[in-house]
Each structure stands twice: as C-alpha cells, then as structure tokens.
C-alpha cells in the first residue's frame, strides 16, 4: 500500500504498480482532488490498476496491508506521522518510511518505546528509508571508514539549487529565501524542520562507528545579492537571501568528528561563495564527503538524467531515488525479525575504545 502521493510518493507508486514483484492493494492521499482516481493516474500511467486512492485513513488500515510504503510529507506533524505509523505497526502492517525516523532515540525514549511496543503489538517490522538521513552519511560514508586505519574527521556536504520551487510561502515563509539576512539564524522555522533530521544522521552514523556524540553545534551563513533575481517563484529582490548554509558539527572525545553541510542556492552566481554558473552539461554534485585520516578519502556523487528522464512524474532524479531506496528496502525488511529494522553496514571502523588523538 502507498501512504501518500507526493513527489517521492508518486515514484514508489508507479514502481509499486510496474513490478510484478508487488500487489498494490490501496493508496492513500492528502489532496481531496486525488479522491477516487486510479493509482495509475497519479504516477503518470494508465489509469488501469483498479485500485482507486482515498483520503479516508479508515480505509487504508481496514485493508490489513503487508507493507506500507509511508511518503508523508515532513511538513506534518511529527507526532501525526508517528501516530499512524505505530497504528498500523500494532494491526500487523509491516513499514517502510522515508519521513526521518531513522534514528529513534534522537526523538527521545517515549518516541522509541511507542514505535518498539507497536512492533511487539503487531510482530511487525518499522525501517526508515531515505537519503540523508536513511543512506549518504550512515551507510556510505560509514563504509568507507571501513577503509581508514584512522579518522580525525568526516564532513558530509549537499548542496542543491531550490530557484525550481514555485510555491512562495514554502520558499520565503519556511525556507527563508527572498527575506532579510538577519531573518536567517538558528532559531529560523527551516533550522525546527531540519534539526532533528540532521542530528538523526549524525546519531546515527555514530552508532555505526561504536560510539555516542557528546553534543552537536549548529550554525548558520547567509548570502545575498545586490540585484533583483527572477526564480519559479517570482522576484528575489536585491538583498534579500538567495543561498544559505547550515552546518550541524557532533563532538566527541573534546573535538568535532562527524559534521553535515546543507547548502541551499536559488542561482550558481555567487562568486562571495565561490560558485560561478554551470557550463553546458556540468553536473552539480548532490554530495561530496570528506574523509580525514589515514588514508583520507574524498568522494563526490552526482545525480541525474542520462538523456531523457523515465515516464512517471518525476520532478527530480533525488525523489525518485528516495522511493527506490524504500521499495528495494522491502524484501530485507521481510526477512528480518519483528522490530525496528536498520540497515546493516559491514566494515565501518570502530572508534569505541579508541586513542582521542588517533581515532
């Protein structure tokens, strides 16, 4: 069953409906404008499955689904999603999420204990998906350490161009795009909506090291222009924010260890942050990790379209990559014990124990 159809949701859909690996049994959606039309209508196939989408929550739980692929937005309540997620947990309904629940304890031990006792209630199985958090810093990156004798330091950077976004509430209201530089701090409603994420990743990524941070530092940069702008969302005036950057550094042992870098930009013409605008067919990479240590490491992955993109609806090559992280995520999630299931990372270096001045 799919829980939600936005860009992400629309992807795991149409892959739900094109392998015959998976039965689709019901698809739930926010929008009353996507009440009653086929499944394969909202990904951009033939409406043809049979399967017609609701609002109606009821419905979806009184199907009694083997697995539930959640894409509810991350703009929803936290406790909206945890709610529905532990409900169908304790009916039986095994769930995979790519809303950030990838480390359970960061949310504190009332959030752990009610998704742990869900899965009791229901021997079913709860895994989070997603890309960061879910796969760039505690399964990719932590892979590679597997490769260091040592390690001082990791940074984790992602950098995306948001000037597609055409909604200007979420742009400027939330995102804090076009506003003033001093609007931009730490105690800005885009820092709430991806603090917990971020520190999930990092929690995350140290337990795969075999250790706990001590506590994490966030910060935040701001940048604008002396000009007007014209983005999807309309005029950018002259300074106001056109990039941000946020940093969120974990400590252990008395130093930083384990950092991410999300950088936001509405254009590559900023030459105060070193970025100049892409020649014909230059990719801008997604991620770009550092590895401090014996040997270091640097890695950069690019994401995109080689020629013309797939048939769907795929706004972006990122949100189809989310959704197929989920549904390749559900054979292994089947075959582990009843639980919290999370994805094993083999030959990550052990930092438990280790010398502070040679990690």
Known sequence: MQWATGAVGRAALQELIENPDFQLAGVLVYDPAKAGQDAGALCG???????????????????????????????????????????????????????????????????????????????????????????????????????????????????????????????????????????????????????????QALNATADVLGIALSHVDVSVDATTLPHDIEVSAGTIAAGTVVGQRFSWVGHWSGRPLLAIHEEWVLTRDLPQWGLKPLAPGEKSPLIRAVIKGVPSFELQLDVGWDGQAPTGQHA????????????????????????????????????????????
Request: proline share 6%.
């Open 45 to 199: 196939l033939a409406p043809t499955t049979g399967v017609l989408a609701t609002t109606d929550k009821e419905e979806i739980f009184a199907l009694g689904a083997d697995v539930v692929v959640h894409a509810a937005s991350k703009a929803h309540a936290v406790e909206t999603n945890a709610d529905d997620i532990c409900r169908l947990l304790a009916a039986g309904t095994n769930v995979i999420t790519t809303t950030s629940y990838n480390h359970l304890p960061t949310y504190g031990a009332d959030t752990e204990a009610a998704f742990v006792d869900a899965c009791r209630a229901g021997q079913s199985r709860f895994h989070a998906a997603g890309e960061n958090p879910g796969f760039m810093f505690e399964r990719l990156v932590a892979t590679v350490t597997g490769l260091s004798k040592s390690i001082d330091r990791i940074d984790l950077y992602e950098a995306t161009d948001v000037s597609s976004v055409d909604s200007r509430p979420m742009l400027v209201d939330l995102m804090g795009m076009g506003r003033p530089p001093e609007d931009v701090s730490v105690d800005s409603p885009i820092i709430k909506k991806l603090d917990l994420a971020y520190r």
């Open 316 to 359: 972006q090559p990122g949100h189809l990559m989310i959704a197929m992280g989920a549904i390749r995520a559900i054979p292994y999630v089947l075959a582990r014990p009843p639980g919290i299931v999370t994805a094993p990372v083999f030959g990550a270096i052990q930092l438990a124990g280790a010398d502070a001045n040679r990690a």
